[in-house]
């Protein structure tokens, strides 16, 4: 299948049904903020989420217009927390709390490219399901596919999600026209 049809992707929903024992340590050597946003600006959710999904096609939230971003973002059951490093953004988790709080979801995850590879990916999925757990739910789910890290499915598990169910989808890519449209209006 060509890209201009889309891309046939293997979607795995994991979930997890206690805390873990122990989080990681934050590594050292590094200037770390992990910061909630309140009442982000659309800008700036679509730079994060753009310059984190990238290269794993992520294109969900960017194909949303003005209005249904922010009425997502305004959702009282929905955080974003944005990591620096050193000052600067460099990656960010986004939780939602379903059904009436029983389950908290890691909706999105990730790091921008330029913190990949330097070891924070463990801690800092340790810090979003640490804050997930703190929310309440029963449990806490996740999913990822096959666009994204090849790392990103081996480390949800060691970090004790358990897959619960796979399925096949079609993801259309954004043209660098489109993104670039998206990213600057």
Known sequence: M?????????VTHLQMHRPPERYPHAPLGFQLALLKCREIPLHFYRYIYDRVGRNWHWTAALRLDDE???ERLADRAREVHVLYIHGAPAGFFELLRMDGGQECRLMLFGLMSHAIGKGLSRWFLGCAIRRAWELGPKFVSVETCTLDHPAALPLYQKMGFVPVSRREVLEVPLSD??????LFR
Not at 177 to 182: D, F, K, L, S, T
Request: proline fraction near 0%; charge should be negative; glycine fraction near 6%.
């Open 2 to 10: 060509s890209d201009a049809e889309g891309l046939r992707v293997t």
């Open 68 to 70: 249904d971003l922010r």
């Open 177 to 182: 026209e489109e993104r670039a449209r998206i």
